[in-house]
């Protein structure tokens, strides 16, 4: 098996090509479509599309089958990213060591060219010749209800809600499980299905992609707090200064890495008993846990 670095570079090349080509392809030349590009080229882990990628492999299906899903699911990804940055949110001015979109163009530009990548994605699943059309009226209905007011917009707005607030555990989980975890889920449920993973098998799936939700989402409060500035490409502390509830404010940060590593547990279980744990995907739940950006 391919080392993850090696399989992680190969597959973010051939999401990013295939991004640049969709925005091109899909766009008329001008402001709108720099801000589009300008926050797809800015890079990052390409986690969601890989995760798409990595199941259909699991199930040994090829990864052309999902490459159009893939993109849409990190066009609405970096759509998020673009209206979380804004004033009227969480007003950075950085996004992965560069300036926020709106801080490079202007806010009115940004929140359009949010706009136009979420609706982009949308057209995307729905003119890939290679999916049928009950393929596509699935993935777009489980895309909008993962990004929607149900899902990571709830989410978000929740997670706005509480600042300032002292919420419980269960309420933060409830937050998180929106506002990160529906899009990981969907990565995982996009690439099991389109592999034709049967019912038994999709239910462990799904139970592995709420885990790793968590995972991502914890890991990601443990980094504000004790991780690298240049690494992570944008100023630590924003949760204290923001006054979020966070997992290592409400269990201290002894306990937010034990409730990461028992989330890590359920994801590898869930694995074992869909019969894909020899895969690539239980070395991305590792690394998950233990990034450092």
Known sequence: MASLQAYVEKNKGYINEQLEMYVQEYTR??????????????????????????????????VSRGISTACALEMVHTYSLIHDDL??????????????????????TAILAGDALLTLSFQVISEDVQL????????????????????????????????????????LEYIHKNKTGQLLRFSILAGSYLSGADEIKLAEMLKMAEALGMIFQIQDDILDVIGDAEAIGKPTGSDVSN???????????????????RYVQIAQQSLRRADVANTMLSELIDYLSQRNH
């Open 29 to 62: 030349e001008g402001r709108l479509r720099d801000a589009m590009l300008y926050s797809i080229r800015a890079g990052g882990k390409r986690l969601r599309p890989v995760l798409v990628l990595a199941a259909l492999e699991a199930f040994g299906s090829p």
């Open 132 to 171: 049928s059309d009950s393929e596509k009226v699935f993935l777009i209905n489980e895309l909008s209800r993962a990004s929607g007011p149900i899902g990571m917009v709830n989410g978000q707005m929740l997670d706005m809600q509480s600042e300032d607030e002292s919420i419980s555990l269960e309420a």
């Open 87 to 108: 004033p009227a949110m969480d007003n950075d001015d950085t996004r992965r060591g560069q300036p926020t979109n709106h801080m490079k163009f202007d806010e009115a």
């Open 243 to 261: 006054q979020k509830s966070t997992y290592p404010q409400l269990l201290g940060l002894e306990g937010a890495v034990e409730q990461k590593e």
